[in-house]
T-cell receptor, first 114, second 114 residues
């Protein structure tokens, strides 16, 4: 799996958009970009994933550059509850059976400031 | 739908003892994976089960074992506990047939070995 690089920490004012970058310069053509977050003392929570097109769901937007070497997770209106560690992962698609190994890096610790 | 549940949530054991942790996946999910999370090593994959069979295994010693029952519930066992086994143990499930990495994590069991 391709490795990812994320800043160790970021702050964002409450109500503003939080933009979390991720570099994945060695990503392969069939690898997806996934984002998870982990709020203190809880299990990781899936946020969004994408291959090459920008994606949006009720939680966030994912912007992937044209060369796919980097991406940005956008939380449009950050709240205090968005304070968490955010993990960017790149991974090839899996089959129905097996090979479920997820590898998380150190992630970005996002702090939302009141 | 109820989420992934793990029991117990907290556990304190002494070195040399053994421990069994339990995980109930989301109803309908047949794949269960286990992870160990520590501050120093981050999230590390232990193993994955599907249809009562171990499909994939991480790089952990044989003291770590698991099993899955016909109702998809899973247990993991750690024998001869060491101080370094202190960690948050996370269970994650996903439904059969889903393409991609949308795993759903439980809240974890925090194990402290003294």
């Amino acid at each position: 799996d391709a490795k990812t690089t994320q800043p160790p920490s970021m702050d964002c004012a409450e109500g503003r958009a939080a933009n979390l970058p991720c570099n994945h310069s060695t990503i392969s053509g069939n690898e997806y970009v996934y984002w998870y977050r982990q709020i203190h003392s809880q299990g990781p929570q899936y946020i969004i994933h994408g291959l090459k097109n920008n994606e949006t769901n009720e939680m966030a937007s994912l912007i992937i550059t044209e060369d796919r070497k980097s991406s940005t997770l956008i939380l449009p209106h950050a709240t205090l509850r968005d304070t968490a560690v955010y993990y960017c992962i790149v991974r090839a698609p899996i089959s129905n059976f097996g090979n479920e190994k997820l590898t998380f890096g150190t992630g970005t610790r996002l702090t939302i400031i009141p | 739908k109820a989420g992934v549940t793990q029991t117990p949530r907290y556990l304190i054991k002494t070195r040399g003892q053994q421990v069994t942790l339990s995980c109930s996946p989301i109803s309908g999910h047949r794949s269960v994976s286990w992870y160990q999370q520590t501050p120093g090593q981050g999230l590390q994959f232990l193993f994955e089960y599907f249809s009562e069979t171990q499909r994939n295994k991480g790089n952990f010693p044989g003291r770590f074992s698991g099993r899955q029952f016909s109702n998809s519930r899973s247990e993991m066992n750690v024998s001869t506990l060491e101080l370094g086994d202190s960690a948050l143990y996370l269970c994650a499930s996903r439904p059969l047939g889903e393409f991609g990495y949308e795993q759903y994590f439980g809240p974890g069991t925090r194990l402290t070995v003294t």
